[in-house]
C-alpha cells in the first residue's frame, strides 16, 4: 500500500503448509524412504518448504511434460518410487513410477493413472499404504509357512511313510487337516481387519517403531 509516494504496508501470500505433512515425512524417514518435491513452483518457493518440511531433494520449476521424467532419472539412480499426485499434470508421472498414487479428490486422468487411490487428502494415508502392505505381506509368509509345514508333514504321512513301524494317516484324517489348514490360513488372514489403517494410528506405529 502506498500513501503520498510511501510503502507503508505489504501483504505477502503462501500456500499454508499442513501440519499433517510434517508428520508423514517424519514417518517416511523413519523407515529409510527419501522424500522428493517435484513440483512447478519456483525454486525459492520449493526450497522453503522443502526445509521446514525436512524434504531430502527438490525438483523446481519442472514442466508439466517433464514430471515423468524426473521419475525416470530416480528410477535410473536404481531407486523405487512411489509418486503421489493429484492433477492431470501428474498423470504422466503417476503412471511412469513403479507405484502411482492417486489422491482421491483429484482428477479422474490421476486415478486412473494410478496404482493406489487414496480415499482421503489426509498425506499421512501413505504411510497407511505402507502399513497395510507390510501387514499383508508379513501374513502371506505366516500363511505359506503354515500350508507349507503342513503338507511337509501331512503328505509323507499319508503316503505311508512311517507304515514300516505300522503308522498310516488314514485318508479321512488327512482329508480334515486339508480342510482345517484351509480354515486356519483363513482366520489368520482375517486378522488383518484388526488393522487399524486411519492416517494418524499408521504414522504413530511407525514413529513409535523408529
Request: net charge negative.
Given at each position: ?7 507503508i ?113 489426509d ?19 505366516q ?57 494418524e ?10
Amino acid at each position: 500500500m502506498l500513501a503520498d509516494g510511501e510503502v507503508i504496508g505489504a501483504l505477502r501470500l503462501a500456500d499454508e503448509i499442513r501440519p499433517e505433512s510434517r508428520d508423514a515425512v517424519d514417518a517416511l524417514h523413519a523407515q529409510g524412504a527419501q522424500v522428493v518435491m517435484i513440483t512447478g513452483d519456483a525454486q525459492a518457493v520449493a526450497d522453503t518448504v522443502a526445509k521446514d518440511l525436512g524434504i531430502d531433494r527438490v525438483f523446481a520449476g519442472v514442466r508439466p511434460e517433464d514430471k515423468a521424467a524426473k521419475v525416470a532419472e530416480l528410477q535410473d539412480e536404481g531407486r523405487k518410487v512411489a509418486m503421489v499426485g493429484d492433477g492431470v499434470n501428474d498423470a504422466p508421472a503417476l503412471a511412469q513410477a513403479d507405484v502411482g498414487i492417486a489422491i482421491g479428490a483429484g482428477t479422474d486422468v490421476a486415478i486412473g493413472s494410478a496404482g493406489v487411490i487414496l480415499a482421503s487428502s489426509d498425506p499421512r494415508s501413505v504411510l497407511s499404504i505402507y502399513e497395510l502392505s507390510r501387514a499383508s505381506y508379513r501374513k502371506m509368509k505366516q500363511n505359506l509357512w503354515w500350508a507349507g509345514g503342513y503338507n511337509l508333514v501331512s503328505v509323507p504321512l499319508a503316503a505311508g511313510v512311517l507304515a514300516p513301524i505300522g503308522f498310516v494317516l488314514p485318508m479321512s484324517i488327512g482329508a480334515i487337516l486339508m480342510s482345517a489348514s484351509t480354515v486356519v490360513v483363513a482366520l489368520n488372514a482375517q486378522l488383518l481387519r484388526r488393522l487399524d489403517l486411519t492416517p494418524e494410528a499408521s504414522t504413530n506405529r511407525i514413529l513409535d517403531r523408529s
